[in-house]
Each structure stands twice: as C-alpha cells, then as structure tokens.
Nanobody, 123 residues
Framework: QVQLVETGGGLVQAGDSLRLSCAAS????????MAWFRQAPGKEREIVAR????????SYAGSVKGRFTISRDNAQNTVYLQMSSLKPEDTAVYYC????????????????WGQGTQVTVSS
C-alpha cells in the first residue's frame, strides 16, 4: 500500500509557472506507475500526465502538452508536475495517483490517490 501527499498548489497569474510534488510513503515507489489528474468545478476528473514505473515513458493530455512536464525521482519517492505558461482553464484540484499494474488514462484503474492540491490561475 502507498500513501500520497500532494504539495505545491496555489494562486498564480496566467503565464506563470508552478511545480507540484507528490510524496509517496513506502519502499516500493518504483513499483508504481504514477499519474496526475485534475478536476475543475462541475467537471469530471481528467488525466493530465502519467509516467511509467521507471520513468522511461510519459504521456500528456493534449491540453497541456508542451506546457507541463511530469517526472519522478524514485530515490526520493516523489513525482513532480512542472507546469508552465499556465492558463485560467488550468484551474482545478490536482490529484496524484498510483497503480502497480496499470499505466493508462482511466481514473478507475488507479488504486491510490492523494488528497489533492488546489491550483488557481487568474487572468
């Protein structure tokens, strides 16, 4: 089992950058594929980015490609989401998720979730 804690959210202006971190408990972090999701008010939770167990593969939602970068540090049990050129439409609660066996975009296939961190981008 793994516990996830997200940090780094906040209020920024359009065009700014922000880095989210997700710290995982346990000694088997490298056994989990990791992902960032987000959920805006009144909308469904959606995939933002994901990264494979060893970090060799990444994937991004079209809306963030070229602006966001996901990375992981298995020695520090942490996954990051570097967000640049932020837009008001990026405003959402951002969640970190983990899965031992699944590497994809479906919310229902990730077993472990953090509590979320709010990102608000003002215009």
């Amino acid at each position: 089992q793994v516990q996830l804690v997200e940090t780094g959210g906040g209020l920024v202006q359009a065009g700014d950058s922000l880095r989210l971190s997700c710290a995982a408990s346990g000694r088997t972090f490298s056994s989990y594929a990791m992902a960032w999701f987000r959920q805006a008010p009144g909308k469904e939770r959606e995939i933002v980015a994901r990264i494979s167990w060893g970090g060799g593969s990444t994937s991004y939602a079209g809306s963030v490609k070229g602006r966001f970068t996901i990375s992981r540090d298995n020695a520090q049990n942490t996954v990051y989401l570097q967000m640049s050129s932020l837009k008001p439409e990026d405003t959402a609660v951002y969640y970190c998720a983990a899965s031992r066996v699944y590497y994809g975009d479906s919310t229902t296939s990730y077993n472990y979730w953090g509590q979320g961190t709010q990102v608000t981008v003002s215009s």
